[in-house]
């Protein structure tokens, strides 16, 4: 989709506005490209009314359930992190409650 041009300058109709837009709003949600390409290939072969067809609501469930797993490891890298500034110890915690201060370790 090549958009017209005005000399230099580029002139975009209705449906390159929205698929501009709708690129723009899938990389803020972090989908890689090579999967927004996808998913555009797949809208132009079927409709471009705007409905979502079961290839993409795949992709975007799929990318969804990936998001998800992320923020449960950085909500356990955050609860792991406040634990170690609560106890001012570079020992992950369940090493530093295995390991108290007061007793020698063998390594």
Same mark, same amino acid.
């Given at each position: 989709m090549e958009p017209r041009r005005h000399g230099r300058?580029?002139?975009?109709?209705?449906p390159e506005?929205?698929?501009?837009r709708l690129i723009?709003?899938?990389r803020s949600f972090d989908v890689p490209i090579a999967r927004?390409?996808?998913l555009l290939k797949d809208q132009e072969t079927s409709s *471009? /009314?705007?409905?979502m067809n079961a290839f993409a609501r795949e992709l975007l469930s799929k990318h969804l359930t990936e998001l998800q797993t992320?923020?449960?490891q950085i909500q356990n890298h955050i609860q792991?992190?406040?634990?170690? *500034? /609560?106890?001012?110890?570079?020992?992950?915690?369940d090493i530093?409650?295995?390991n108290p201060k007061n007793v020698e370790s063998s390594e």
């Open positions: 300058m580029r002139i975009y109709r209705t506005l929205v698929r501009l723009k709003q899938l927004i390409r996808e *471009l /009314d705007g409905d992320r923020q449960a792991e992190l406040t634990a170690m *500034l /609560d106890k001012a110890t570079f020992q992950p915690p530093a409650e295995s």
